[in-house]
């Protein structure tokens, strides 16, 4: 159990890598091309890519007489899964258009709150170090993303609404990866992200193909990467990890979010905006630690 959970932190934040940097490739793939042709193509071209690796599996599964993990239950659960991708990846597209990097970064990593803030719906408890989490993190949220005059960039709230939608995905995806075969989920989602969106650029957005292929190498990064390697990498991780341990480690493409959009985009931070990310950043980290200092001296005194 120890080995598979230290596995599934070095996927998770592995996957935190890649999305991170991938912040700097969804925005630049939007110089040419609008924000749903963009995820329905990169999502397309993920899907293409799983196909080997679904194919391999399945000579396996037939060598070793395994029974095939393609089922009604299985494909309906990626789908579900799929269409709260989508939503949550759009809104963190547009909302790319009308802030920076490092904003959409953090902003989207206050899932970390928002996944045992959703657990109230389902009859999870929510202890003071979540409730102490969260202020932090709308504290941070405010320094980073209010201006002097009391202004709030349209992007981080759409950033923000895509946070709340991340929270169910990680949620949702635990779920789906504990019961049917992650790489088969995967896969459903991607298709299912892919259509959607396409369909979503078919009626709002042009497709001229010197613009798709002016924005290909942004495509290209965002599909191999972030969509076949990170969000595949991220179900199969959470086969050993609870969501809200989950959250914690994906959170931290915030921080790989940031330093890609200084390193790459020459984004600034003013010192209120650093001071920002790092209530931001103890906020997620407070919401997950604080409630195992508490556990730890509990757990002691029973066993003793």
Known sequence: MARHSLRADLLMLL????????FVAQKMGMDAIGPFLYTGLRFALGAVLLIPVLYWFSLRRRAQNTVSPVNR????????????????????????????VTNSGFIT????IMVPLLGLLIGQRTGAGTWLGASLAVVG?????????????????????????????????GRMASRHDPILIAYVQFITCALISSL????????????????????VYGGALAVAVGF??????????????????LSLEAVFA?????????????????????LMFAGMLVAQLLPMLFKRPKALAESA
Not at 205 to 213: D, F, M, R, Y
Not at 236 to 247: F, G, I, L, N, S
Request: glycine letters at 12%.
């Open 258 to 278: 940031a330093m890609a959009g200084w390193v790459m985009m020459d984004e600034t931070l003013t010192l209120r905006g650093f001071i920002g990310c790092g």
């Open 200 to 219: 979503l650029a078919l009626a709002f957005e042009p497709w001229v193909l010197e613009k798709i292929i002016q924005a290909l190498p942004a495509i």
């Open 73 to 100: 239950s299985a494909i309906l659960g990626g789908i579900a899964l799929g269409v709260v991708l989508t939503i949550g990846i759009n809104l963190q597209q547009v909302g790319l258009m009308f802030t920076t």
């Open 141 to 173: 949220m405010y320094l980073l993303s209010v201006g002097e005059n009391f202004s709030v960039a349209s992007g981080d709230w759409l950033q923000l609404a895509g946070a709340v939608i991340w929270g169910v995905h990680v949620l949702l995806a």
């Open 15 to 22: 996957t935190a890598l890649i999305w991170g940097t991938t």
């Open 109 to 112: 990593g206050l899932y970390v």
């Open 232 to 249: 595949t990498l991220q179900l199969v991780a959470q086969r050993d990890a609870p969501p809200a341990h989950a959250a914690i480690i």
